[in-house]
């Protein structure tokens, strides 16, 4: 026995003394005071503890281990038959006597064999001895692994709680001794890497074993994490596929010269490259992932895990600059393994529009993404919606004609989950599918309308700070304000001070002097007050009258014309009633913000037509483009602006003062492309037409 093996099998075995020598006091002192068997396992405990301190003490293959190894056998049969005992089988069970007593025989006819090797008489055949001997030793491990299948499979259901633990010890340590022996019937010789390893396989035995006796040994289970047992697959995989490796160069020996080296070489470069393309993949890990959920364990999510996940990936802030909404979707995609995912808010008329986007470039979703009914009936049942069912035809509660042609047609989108906050819906998260494909089934729906809820709180919070935030900047503004009028009620009180003298003094050259000077004065502090206030004061709508917006778009295009680029793309009759100074001042601002967020060179394009039922307007640029983000939370927000110095007041203004003349404001915008906002006012003839209609309804009412 090498010196290695010999330090090996010296500190598995003490180890093994010991730890079957804690646990056999461990049952003694605070094991189950019910169990019958209790004294059996303190009793075979201790002879193996014996057995660990001789071998340990002597070396394995003296005769005084030998015999405490048969002490030990001998002590393990007569508690496995205590154990049917604990089901009431060791007075029904007869079959089970005549078996014990037989293995128990057999065990016994190894002191004989052990005599006759030790009498060194003449012609005594060692080998036969040796293979006989290992003979025995499988017949009883084969014979006690058969009494324990049928101690457990014939239990019933309550004792085999109590007996599971007891069982899978005692199942390890005669499986170990079935390898360890036939290993040295098939060699004839005794397996030195296995004999240096019995001591530590005995003290893995015993913990389970003492567990076994515990009081509440009904409820302990053993629940690796989830973590753990993906580890434990993946290293399962990179060793079976280093085995196959070894195996495959093994087989080339049998080639020469330089043909086996090349092989080798070969092999090994396959190998490595193999190893670098397969085993680091998401999809494997993926496949790994699943089959373990599918095999191992009763639920497909670790909570705690998720929950922890979750936690992190909704409070990290500042690493790459998302935000919150990009954190939420991507906090949603994580639990199902999805690469990608968007989020769609409700604007002011129930549609739905792209609010953020996190890792899914590719995808294309129109301005008014999804229409909204959809929003509404998802609301109404919570509906989660399965992509691919829908796909398939499959409608649960009227879905199929509501979900859009381009979440249809795309084959990466997965699954719709609705956002509620007290059932109201605030938000429609879109999952790409996961690398490993896979059908939602109830677990995932039970979470994601969990996760679901709790996202649709953040981003309700979200916007609450934001409209408390947005009426503090009112009060900031209106404190501002209280600034100014003391500026211009000073100016005033100067005015009227100056008249009150002028009466008494215009005769005076002096003092005329002194007033032209003091009015010049006055009246450049007013200009200057109206000239910052001025681009931000709603004018007075006044009456509507019939406006042709073709008209006001080339009137516009040839005043900004002068200092930029302006091109009117197409102009054709549409006629709408409205305000005229309203609609320009509000395509004031939108043409003024495109100037400002183009470049020099580049023109901004207008058009104006009618669809039939509405006059459009377009204000097209191909400037810098606004973030969804941006486009959802902040362009029509006062006092928030993309632009160094601004108000953020423009576009605000330009909303209401369209949606005052019963029209809307729409704007599609991407990043590093442009900008198109789009006025939309009711054609004159279509509204005399609505309200000859609802002249009719009331009528008939």
Not at 352 to 380: C, D, F, M, T
Not at 397 to 408: A, K, S
Request: proline share 3%; charged share 20%.
């Amino acid at each position: 026995m090498t010196t290695w093996i010999a330090s090996l099998a010296y500190v598995g075995y003490t180890v093994g003394a010991i730890s079957c020598a804690l646990s056999a006091l461990w049952i003694g002192s605070r094991g189950d005071a019910g169990r019958t068997d209790r004294m059996p396992a303190v009793v075979a405990l201790a002879l193996t503890a014996n057995w660990c301190f001789a071998a340990a003490s002597f070396g394995p293959s003296r005769p005084i281990v030998e015999l405490s190894e048969v002490a030990r056998n001998l002590a393990w049969l007569f508690m496995l038959y205590r154990l049917f005992a604990n089901d009431g089988r060791d007075e029904t069970l007869r079959l089970v006597r005549p078996t014990a007593i037989a293995l128990v025989l057999v065990e016994i006819l190894q002191i004989a064999l052990l005599l006759i090797a030790r009498q060194n008489v003449p012609g005594t055949d060692l080998i036969a001895i040796f293979d006989t001997a290992s003979l025995f030793r499988i017949l009883v491990c084969v014979g006690a692994l058969v009494l324990l299948h049928n101690l457990y499979v014939g239990a019933a259901t309550s004792s085999r709680q109590i007996l599971r633990w007891n069982v899978a010890a005692l199942a390890w340590f005669w499986v170990f001794d079935l390898n360890y022996f036939t290993i040295a019937y098939v060699t004839g010789a005794v397996p030195l890497e296995l004999d240096a390893l019995r001591g530590l396989a005995a003290a893995i035995c015993a913990v389970p074993f003492a567990m076994g006796f515990n009081r509440n040994a009904s409820g302990l289970e053993f629940r690796p994490s989830r973590a753990v047992t993906f580890r434990f697959l993946s290293l399962m995989v990179i060793a079976a596929y280093l085995i196959v490796m070894i195996a495959l160069a093994r087989s080339f020996d049998t080639f020469t010269g330089d043909l086996a080296r090349m092989t080798q070489v070969g092999l090994i470069i396959a190998a490595g490259a193999l190893a670098l393309i397969w085993l680091p993949s998401a999809r494997l890990r993926g496949w790994l992932r699943v089959t373990a959920v599918k095999h191992l364990f009763k639920h497909r999510y670790d909570y705690r895990t998720e929950w922890i996940r979750f936690t992190h990936t909704i409070g990290a802030t500042g690493l790459d600059n998302s935000t919150l909404q990009e954190r939420l979707i991507k906090a949603l995609a994580d639990i199902t393994d999805s690469h990608a995912s968007i989020l769609l808010t409700p604007v002011d008329d129930g549609t739905l529009q792209l609010a953020a986007n996190w890792q899914w470039s590719e995808i294309k979703v129109p301005a008014k993404a999804a229409p909204a009914e959809l929003g509404e009936l998802l609301e109404r049942n919570e509906l989660i919606v399965a992509l691919d069912e829908l796909r398939e035809n499959v409608d649960h509660c009227g879905e199929q004609v509501l979900i859009p042609e381009w979440l249809r047609e795309d084959r990466q989108a997965w699954a719709v989950v609705p956002l509620l906050h007290f059932d109201r819906l605030v938000g429609l998260a879109i999952l790409s599918r996961p690398l490993l494909e896979r059908k939602l089934d109830w677990e995932d729906f039970d979470l994601l309308k969990v996760v679901g809820r709790q996202l649709a709180s953040y981003l309700a919070e979200q916007s609450g700070q934001a409209a408390l935030l947005e009426a503090g900047r009112f009060d900031e503004f209106n404190r501002r304000i209280a600034f100014v009028m003391h500026d211009i009620k000073n100016l005033s009180s100067q005015m009227a001070l100056l008249l009150r003298n002028a009466e008494k003094h215009a005769e005076n050259p002096e003092f005329r002097k002194d007033m032209l000077v003091t009015l010049r004065s006055s009246a450049d502090k007013l200009n200057a007050l109206l000239a910052r206030l001025g681009k931000y004061t709603r004018p007075e709508t006044g009456a509507s009258e019939v406006l042709e917006l073709s008209n006001t778009v080339e009137r516009l295009a040839d005043q900004f014309g002068q200092i930029h680029p302006v091109t009117v793309l197409r102009s054709e009759t549409a006629r709408v009633e409205g305000n005229s100074k309203a609609l320009e001042q509000a395509l004031n601002h939108l043409i003024q913000n495109a100037i400002e967020a183009s470049d020099t060179d580049a023109p901004i394009m207008l058009a104006a037509y009618s669809d039939g039922i509405a006059g459009l307007i377009h204000i097209v640029d191909n400037g810098h483009g606004m973030s969804p983000n941006f486009l959802h939370s902040g362009l029509f927000k006062p006092f928030v602006s993309s632009k160094a110095g601004g108000f953020g007041i423009g576009a605000f203004e330009a909303r209401e003062l369209v949606r005052a003349m019963g029209g809307r404001l729409d704007v599609e915008s991407r990043e590093g492309l442009g900008t198109r906002f789009t006025i939309s006012l009711p054609l004159l003839s279509a509204a005399q037409l609505f309200d000859r209609a609802d002249v009719r309804e009331r009528e008939v009412a």
